[in-house]
DNA sequence: AGAAATTTGTCCGTATGTATC
DNA sequence: AGATACATACGGACAAATTTC
């Protein structure tokens, strides 16, 4: 059988229904993700297909495969947001804006910017350190 | 013929040959990498093989690929980053552990580090920048 | 400790679709 | 329109890491 593929290609329509999965929380951060072969009679795709979709998924960070083991839902900068409010290894402070940011930002270089700092550890040893920059309320 | 790989894979040996051809001159900045065909009788191997050494590189920045066009060198893999991710969403790279963050880790200031960047828009006005930092996993 | 099962990694060959020249 | 080149998709086989028994 051919292998048309009209509009969106099969490997990404895969991927935007796993990621809705992921965003939504159905699996949630730190969750396996589904095995390939399970995918694959899932979607009735080939293995390939579903390694591409997987593969865009980890191009974006939002998993992180293992090999043997198997794709783990990783913590997305969206839900970070979230977590820096349960978090214990928070901090917020103010700091000047580096010429990178300033651009993003369209500020002017050392403008003050608020930043919150969150850090994951596992065993003690630090994991993972997530900043979150935004602009002051007062510049508002 | 099975398919061994003893030490490296081998879409990783076709990479490194292909760096080394770029960063060497052999294949200037602008210039086109040979066809996926060409590289799949030079080096012997089936074209998916090919492909994911030039993805390889791709992930790198060191080129970029157009459809039915061909495989571009990039102008200059760091200066050209910066350049093109000034308005995507996310992106990858590794940066060098400044004196907190290398703190944090446990790493020597310098040592490399991923940072995955995520950039959030509201009406085309930056609202929020994430950095997530985390120590590289495999050895590169 | 060791063997088996599970799961991801690599590689091949083929066929067809789509964009560019 | 035809040729060239990259993109997508399938299926099969074996390798390597992990977990399970």
């Known amino acids: 059988m051919p292998t048309p593929h009209y509009g969106l ?9 796993l990621r809705e999965r992921i965003e939504s929380g159905v699996i949630p951060p730190g969750a396996l993700l589904p095995t390939e072969s399970t995918l694959t009679t ?5 293995r390939g297909t579903v390694r591409q ?3 865009a998924l980890r191009d974006d960070g939002l998993v992180a495969t293992e090999h043997g083991r198997g794709t783990y839902v990783q913590v997305s900068p969206l839900k970070a947001c979230r977590l820096l409010e349960s978090d214990s290894a928070t ?3 103010e700091v000047a804006a580096s010429a ?6 369209g500020i002017e270089v050392g403008a003050p910017l608020l930043e919150q700092e969150s850090i994951q550890r596992s065993d003690g040893a630090v994991e993972t350190v997530t900043k979150i920059y ?5 510049t508002r």
Chains 1, 2 share one sequence.
Do not use: G
């Not at 899932?42 to 080939?46: I, N, P, Q, T, V």
């Not at 990178?100 to 930002?105: G, T, Y």
């Open 134 to 138: 935004k602009l002051p309320k007062t």
């Open 42 to 46: 899932e979607y009735r795709a080939s």
């Open 53 to 55: 979709a997987i593969a």
């Open 100 to 105: 990178e940011l300033a651009k993003l930002f």
């Open 91 to 93: 901090r917020k402070r």
């Open 9 to 17: 290609p099969r490997y990404r329509a895969i991927a935007e229904e």
